[in-house]
């Protein structure tokens, strides 16, 4: 089974600044899937940005990077330049590439921006 | 080309009530999933269709089921509902299995009094 956690229940940053979120994993596949979802007041679920376990290189979506560190199973997201609408509820999810593919969550981290 | 969508956004119901969700995924897409958030669970799979097949299921009573159309539209239905089933149930789409991405609706809220 796929666990998913992150410990920062709620973050805070200045606009304009670079915030990191944690998130650690735990699964036996060898093969799987990382993301960030970021679930704003509107309660859409979004993709942020997306990891494959088997490539070595960081992903980079504009303003958003992951440190993906596979034998640590840690996956964190970095925010730089931080904008008012980052504002949101973020969920680090696990999923497998074969089987059953569901979606793994973790428990999310409130990220609130301030002026 | 439109998003997912879900209907209706906001429901009402009493216990004992049952409920029925809808889904459209993306255009072309054939895999659908479903998730229910809560404040106490976070959120957790309920069950994947694909071809109008339930693929995958997640832990959840026999009350929760689904099912899929051959355009790929889903539907997810609760029976004897429960104040716990107050809930906000999300559904995704991808393109295909092996797809590894994917894409939300905004979400049924579902009220049980």
């Known amino acids: 089974a796929q666990t998913v956690t992150q410990s920062q229940p709620e973050m805070s940053v200045q606009e304009a600044e670079t915030v990191t979120l944690s998130c650690t994993y735990d699964?036996?596949?060898?093969?799987?899937?990382l993301f960030w979802y970021k679930q704003p007041p509107s309660r859409q679920m979004i993709l942020v940005i997306r990891?494959?376990?088997?490539?070595?290189q960081n992903a980079t979506e504009n303003r958003f990077s992951v440190n993906f560190q596979k034998a640590a199973k840690s996956f964190s997201l970095k925010i730089s330049d931080s904008q008012l609408g980052d504002a949101a509820m973020y969920f680090c999810a696990s999923q497998n590439n074969f089987g059953n593919e569901k979606l793994t969550f973790g428990t999310g981290t409130r990220l609130t921006i301030i002026p | 080309k439109a998003g997912v969508t879900q209907t209706p956004r906001y429901l009402i119901k009493t216990r004992g009530q049952q409920v029925t969700l809808s889904c459209s995924p993306i255009?072309?897409?054939?895999?659908v999933s479903w998730y229910q958030q809560t404040p106490g669970q976070g959120l957790q799979f309920l069950f994947e269709y694909f071809s109008e097949t339930q693929r995958n299921k997640g832990n959840f009573p026999g009350r929760f089921s689904g099912r899929q159309f051959s355009n790929s539209r889903s539907e997810m239905n609760v029976s004897t509902l429960e104040l716990g089933d107050s809930a906000l149930y999300l559904c995704?789409?991808?393109?295909?299995?092996?797809?590894?991405?994917?894409?939300f609706g905004p979400g049924t809220r579902l009220l049980v009094l």
């Open positions: 699964t036996s596949e060898s093969d799987y899937y």
């Open positions: 995704a789409s991808r393109l295909n299995v092996g797809e590894e991405t994917q894409y």
């Open positions: 255009s072309g897409h054939r895999s």
């Open positions: 990891q494959e376990a088997y490539k070595q």
